[in-house]
């Protein structure tokens, strides 16, 4: 099989189906990008997956190439990895990189071969694409087109496509698709994961409908945070309270900074712009919501840390902990932490940032911060230090250590992952965000 398209989702689901004992070629249009592949060497940090790209490649099961004329000769099964992001001031995704795929391989494609499209597109796409296949292939029909849909989250790329929760399978009536996708992932079949066999539409609305709840749940927890700074409650007790309720839970009831990365922001809007071109509008307008009360908390990060130091930050200096929109990722796309870093830098802060895995892709999108080798070096002489990304060295950092260091002992939790009795009992000042301490 190939995977076109060797970012975070390509790269991981090529390695992982050689993983699976899979024949495996990764295709990407930027050369350097899979000479770093064809090394060993992962272009971006994932826990797991240097190993399992290096194993492979040195058994032979994977390689990667350039060249979609060895892809196409090479693979009975075509996966789509391409990324699909926001277009520049508008809410819909860009389709461009997922159709340069398919006119690019379409004409190629002389035997029977199966089109696996794993990108999240705009509900629709999958039928057009399957349209434009039969008009291009030289093998016509026989070459079919599935909407199999990826739900792994960054940080966890590796279990979540060796043990997926669920496969999903959008398909026409009539074809050979569901065998060749069950026989590909054979292995998860046999323990028991969940194939589920529909339409086009459905697997792509599957997809987006997944991402608009968890954002939607996130933004919920946040929305009670809110009331909580309103009323003098604590958004962490309320949500481990509600989330004793199964039918509630508590994954993903984390307060604090809310959703960035690559997929929860970018694919709301796509939705809601979906929704829009099919006369559906009004189904989505609370994901607007959605959207606001999440950057909403980046502004309301900002103004509770300009309140702990006095009423303003200029002159003032300002230690960031954590750029990664996540834990367990060096991605900074669309990250709250980096958003909240560069307000402050406007309102006259000087802002020092500290993250361990991300420095390398913050200074590229953020140049004018600062950058900083260590926790230590970042708090040199704060006046406040904020945590605005829960990396585990900074939920059990130890305040001694900033003892001395540090202008002002005021620390902001901006993820609601700190123990506030270990910053007061140490003598500093505890601010968050959802509670009043
Ligand atoms: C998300 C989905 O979780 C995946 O299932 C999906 O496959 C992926 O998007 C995608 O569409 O490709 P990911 O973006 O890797 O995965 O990250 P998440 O773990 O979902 O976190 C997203 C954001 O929400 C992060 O900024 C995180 O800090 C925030 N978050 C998460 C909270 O603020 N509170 C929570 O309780 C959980």
Redesign the pocket.
Known sequence: MTVFGTGY?GATHAACMAELGHEVLGVDVDAAKIERLKAGDVPFYEPGLPEILKRNIEAGRLSFTTSYEEAAEFGDVHFIGVGTPQRRGEYSADLKYVNAVIETLGPLLKRPALIAGKS?VPVGTAQALSKRLSEIAPAGDDVELVWNP??????YAVKDTLEPDRIVAGVKPGGKAETILRDVYAKALSTGTPFLVMDYATAELVKVS??AF?ATK?SFINAMAEMCEAVGGDVTLLADAIGHDARIGRR???A?????????PK?IRAFMARAGELGADQALTFLREVDSINMRRRSRMVEVATEAVGGTLIGKNVAVLGAA??PDSDDVRDS?ALNVAGMMQLKGAAVSVYDPKAMENSSKVFPTLNYSESIEDACEKADIVLVLTEWPEFRNLDPQILDGVVRQKIIADGRTCLNPHTWIDAGWTFRALGRSV
């Open positions: 989702l999240t990826e739900f792994l989250r960054e940080g997944a991402n968890l996130i993903f009831l984390n604090g900074l809310g959703f960035g990365g690559g997929c929860l694919d929109f996540k709250p």
